[in-house]
Each structure stands twice: as C-alpha cells, then as structure tokens.
C-alpha cells in the first residue's frame, strides 16, 4: 500500500438525512489510500454507465473508552467479495486485507464521531461495451461522519406500490448498486407522501423488507423475520439481531409473513446497518400495537446498542479495534 503524497482536502457530500457531511480527508482508491479529492474515476467507467458494481455499508462505532471499532468488519468484506461474484467480479484483497487497509484509512481520517465506511467492488474498466467477464475491477473505500440514519424510535412507514426486486430478475440478494434504484423509487414515494421509509412486497405480495432494512414484527413476544428466500438480503445486522434476541429468550422464527400482518401486530421494527433497530409507529396510517409501546424493540435496542459500544464482553467478538 502507497502512501498518500498530495495534501489531503475534505469533500463535502449529501449524507443519509440529507444534511451535508465531510468525507473523510483520505480514501482507498485503486490499491493505495490518496486524498478524497484524487479518488476520482471516468465517466467512461462500466460501474458508472450499467451499475455493475458491489457496494457494503459498515458502521465504526465509538467505545465508552474514547476508541473506535468496527463493526462486523471481516463479516462484511467477506460479503463484499462473495457477491463480486454475481458481477463475475474479483480483486486480490483479501477480506482480512481490506480489514486492515480500512483500520488504516479510519486511523488517518482521525475523527471523532461514530462513522459510516462505504466500501465499493466496482468495474473499473473504460468501456461501453454489456459484458461482466474480461473488465478490471477495483475497491474503494471511504468513511464520513454518520449517527442515526433514521429514527430509532418510531418511524411512519408505508407499504411501497413498487415491488421488491426478483432475485431471477436482479439478485435480490447482491448488493448490486444498479438493483438500488428499486429501493430509490420506493423510498421517494414514501417520502415524498410524508412516510419515513417503505415496505416493500415480493412479487408474491409477501413482505420482503423496506427499501434498505430488513423487517421484524412481533406478536405476543414470539419474533418473526421473512426467509431469504422472499427475497431478502441476508443482512448481517438481521444475523446479529436473531442471535441477540434468542439469547435474551426470545423465540424467532424465519417465516412468510402477508401484509396484513403488518397491521396486527403488536410491534414492528427494521435492522440494518444504517438503521440500526428502528421501532415502526405505523404502518399506512395504522398504529402499530397499543399507545405506542415497544417492549421487544426497545429492550433489543438497549442491548445492541450495549454491544456495539463494547459494553457487552459477550458480543466483542463484533467488534475490530481501529
């Protein structure tokens, strides 16, 4: 890995809330880690042009200690190049490579803040030409400032006349960035009715998820979660939640679950990277529960967000020391 030799300059970009945020001053581009301002590519570029890239999302969270981890690291590079392969795309990092060259570009960003790692398995290569074999591929990395990416504790939500990509169609379950513009018109319609996240079915008109979350409901304390075969992206924050809530006693169970559902049940709430656990409010204009109360959610709340803070020895294993 090279080291940076211009002066490193911020950027500015639109962060998750729409709010203006500082990427961080260097990113990985291309095999070395340059200023943010050099991380630049063509316009001829096939990731540009068809979407043909990979993208992950990973959380760096601040310790009660002032230090920072890394959530999940490992877990989401190894996600990361495992779908390269839908893209027939390859690079020679290694997951455990990408590990280290992020804890080195977080260490020289040296902020403060919680922060969001944006990681992107692109094509790389200068060509119009539709075709995924016999193209470059390439990683970059960057990182900026990021807390919640919606609210945890009570969103109004709406089932989205748009339907869940088919994993026949567009893998549902690549990070594929050209799939994202499925979950982009989604959720502009939801927010653009005044809803703060969609829902969206499958072409059987079975929950599937929101537009970047997956989805849990709650009846009478049991826990249910759609399959991956709905399709759901296996999220690696759905995994962590499942584990969290069977150890605190929880039954959860993988299972279809019909819209209707969505309206009777006595809790409703989204994992993710971004979101975290969101409690929902309300679901098309129906109250989720009754006056508004989320036991399940919020006790799963409190104990995750005990985890990522390094709080919790039984879940350190989550997390990668910066």
């Not at 570029?45 to 981890?69: C, K, M, P, V, W």
């Not at 969101?278 to 959610?297: H, L, M, N, Q, Y």
Request: proline letters at 4%; hydrophobic letters at 40%.
């Amino acid at each position: 890995m090279t080291a940076p030799t211009e002066t490193p300059v911020a950027r500015s970009a639109q962060g998750t809330d729409g709010r203006r945020v500082t990427i961080g001053a260097f990113a990985y581009f291309e095999g070395r880690i340059v200023p943010s301002g050099a991380a630049n590519v063509s316009i001829a570029t096939h990731a540009l042009n068809y979407g043909t890239a990979i993208f992950e999302g990973i959380r760096a969270y601040r310790q009660d200690d002032g230090s920072l981890a890394i959530l999940f690291a490992l877990e989401h590079y190894r996600r990361l190049l495992r779908n390269g392969r839908l893209v027939r795309a390859a690079v020679p990092e290694t997951a455990e490579d990408l590990v280290e060259i992020t804890r080195d570009l977080l260490r020289r960003n040296g902020e403060s803040a919680d922060l969001y790692v944006r990681p992107l398995l692109y094509k790389s290569a200068q060509t119009v030409r539709l075709q995924l074999s016999g193209l470059d591929d390439r990683i970059a990395i960057y990182s900026f400032p990021l807390g919640d990416y919606v609210s945890t504790e009570g969103l109004r939500v709406a089932v989205s006349a748009w339907q869940r990509v088919n994993d026949n169609a567009m893998p549902a379950r690549g990070k594929i960035t050209g799939s994202y513009v499925n979950a982009c018109l989604a959720v502009e319609d939801a927010k653009s009715a005044g809803y703060g996240e969609a829902i969206m079915l499958n072409r059987d008109g079975h929950v599937a998820e929101a537009s970047s979350a997956n989805l849990f409901l709650v009846t009478e304390r049991a826990i249910a979660t759609p399959p991956l075969s709905e399709d759901v992206l296996p999220g690696i924050t759905r995994d962590a939640v499942i584990e969290l809530a069977r150890n605190e006693g929880f039954e959860v169970v993988e299972r279809v679950i019909d819209r209707t559902e969505l309206y009777t049940a006595d809790e409703v709430f989204l994992t993710g990277t971004g979101v975290q656990i969101a409690a929902i409010a309300s679901v098309d204009d129906r109250p989720v529960g009754e006056d508004g109360k989320t036991p399940v959610t919020t006790h799963l709340q409190e104990r995750y967000f005990a985890a990522v803070r390094g709080r919790e020895e039984r879940y350190r294993h989550w997390l990668t020391a910066v």
